[in-house]
């Protein structure tokens, strides 16, 4: 009962904010901006290390132009995921806008589900409207990881139900999707697959990424594998403050190579983030685990 009642609390209080045009909640965004940079000082230290280690060549000028930036970016990121609890299809698809959609609508028809690689950059509350922009058929759906606060894992259940998607607890996924292809459904899967793996799960599977030794995430490329589905990237850019763009860009995978999939989405990734770093979320600690700790008798592989 007091979970119920925490949720639809915080569902109005957050909809009295949602209710406010763009231009208002920039304004909050600009104010907060500063308590959470100067003042909470929110993950600075972890923001400070990844962006030093990413971008070496970078003086500490330059990696703090970056850094505040990306903060101010982060709080618009709060404001514009509380407005989907008040946004209309139309001006959804004004504030993210999907190009090369094509790339879908060619491949769609023969059952095989899509796996679209995406990444916590720009707004990837958003990336759940790409509904809005596929004919009727596809169904959209993302793997995500309950939270351990049941009230607000409730609220981003339901927040992210916003265009038709279904949210898959990670360890149901193949069922969910098998009986989505055996009921005639075409998956469109998001997978966000940039943050560091599950202590559990971590293996020999690294590359180089934004300088740094990286374990990558491959368990949706083993999976889409084995579904025999359509791989691609959605490359997210910002062309101006609170608008997106995201361009489907198909992976075919490289003859010889091991986890060529995840090895190609890392790789586009580490040229989007450097291209536009302020739009990545870097107060993940994505380099926690370090290849010469956990493989103290192996050499770190190339590629």
Known sequence: MWEK??????????????????RVLYIFSD?????????????????????????PELDLKEIVKIEKKFYRHFCDYV????????????????????????????????GRPFFIYLAHQGNWEYVTSIALWCKPGLQGCQIYHPLSNKTMDKFFLRLR???????IPQKQTLRVILNMINEGKQPLLGLISDQRPDTKKLSNHW?????????????????????????????????????????????EPIEGEECSYSKQYMRQLEKD????????????????????????NETFPIG
């Open 5 to 22: 009642i925490a949720l639809t609390t915080l569902t109005i209080l957050l909809k009295m904010v949602a209710i406010l045009p763009f």
């Open 31 to 55: 104010m907060v901006y500063p308590l959470i940079y100067y003042v909470v000082g929110y993950r600075r230290k972890v923001v400070r290390t990844n962006l030093t280690k990413s971008f």
């Open 79 to 110: 404001f514009e995921t509380i407005k989907l609890l008040h946004i209309s299809d139309k001006q959804m698809q004004s504030r993210l806008r999907f190009t090369n959609i094509e790339e879908i609508e060619k491949r769609r028809g023969d």
């Open 161 to 167: 139900s916003r265009f038709n998607t279904i949210s």
């Open 207 to 251: 590359m180089t990424f934004l300088n740094q030794q990286t374990p990558i995430i491959v368990g949706g490329e083993t999976l889409g594998v084995r579904l025999n589905a359509h791989f691609i990237y959605g490359q997210m850019t910002q062309p101006k403050r609170g608008y997106y763009e995201i361009t489907l860009k198909p992976i």
């Open 273 to 296: 983030i450097q291209a536009q770093p302020h739009l990545w979320l870097w107060t993940h600690k994505r380099w926690l685990f370090k290849f010469a700790d956990l493989h103290p």
